[in-house]
């Protein structure tokens, strides 16, 4: 599969490599960003089943990441 979001030196120089998608589990998730807060979790679309994570969603996921991360410590 392309990735669209591959970084690119001229043309996409913020690139991302594909991701695991949570749903399919296939390495098909195509990342168009990370979340705007905590910038761990992507955003973006599966380029096999279709699923779709918004930036709120992802920003949400970070989130609910950062309080497990403070619970190990």
Sequence with gaps: ???????????????HDLDTCPVCGHETFCVE????????VGYGQCLVCTYIR?????????????????DDE
Excluded: I, W
């Excluded at 599969?1 to 690139?15: F, I, L, S, V, W």
């Excluded at 960003?33 to 761990?40: A, N, Q, T």
């Excluded at 918004?54 to 403070?70: C, I, N, V, Y």
């Design 1 to 15: 599969m392309t990735n669209r979001n591959a970084y690119h030196p001229k043309h996409n120089p913020g690139g």
């Design 33 to 40: 960003g990370l979340d705007p807060v905590f910038g761990r």
């Design 54 to 70: 918004t930036p709120g969603a992802a920003e949400d996921e970070a989130f609910t990441e950062h309080l497990r991360s403070m």
